[in-house]
Nanobody
Framework: QVQLAESGGRVVQTGGSLRLSCVIS????????VSWFRQAPGREREFVAG????????RYSDRAKGRFTLPKDNAKNTAYLQMSFLKPDDTAVYYC??????????????????WGQGTQVTVSD
């Protein structure tokens, strides 16, 4: 079974930056999609950003576009979510997810087979 593990969440001030990591283990795929979702208290889980592993194609939500990027380290099987210009509204538990579906980056939770445990990001005023 494929396993994902997120890390890097912490408290950061408004306007600051933070990099989250997602280590993928248990299986290697020729190509797959890795995406980030987030869930704030009382809200539905929402798509943030995703990347196709092989060619680096990325897709961002409107809230993430221009502020977040998706670096990756193929040798370490690690995907990153680099967040800048953070706002209090970015406060949420962030999850990484993976799927063998690779025809574009899917935004629906149902498309993703594997999920990490989540990491808390808190943006203070």
């Amino acid at each position: 079974q494929v396993q994902l593990a997120e890390s890097g969440g912490r408290v950061v001030q408004t306007g600051g930056s933070l990099r989250l990591s997602c280590v993928i283990s248990g299986r290697s795929w020729s190509d797959y999609c890795v995406s980030w979702f987030r869930q704030a208290p009382g809200r539905e889980r929402e798509f943030v950003a995703g990347v196709l592993w092989s060619d680096g194609y990325t897709r961002y939500s409107d809230r993430a576009k221009g502020r977040f990027t998706l670096p990756k380290d193929n040798a370490k099987n690690t995907a990153y979510l680099q967040m800048s210009f953070l706002k209090p509204d970015d406060t949420a538990v962030y999850y990484c997810a993976a799927t063998s579906f690779n025809i574009g980056v899917a935004t629906q939770q149902s498309r993703y087979t594997y999920w990490g445990q989540g990491t808390q990001v808190t943006v203070s005023d």
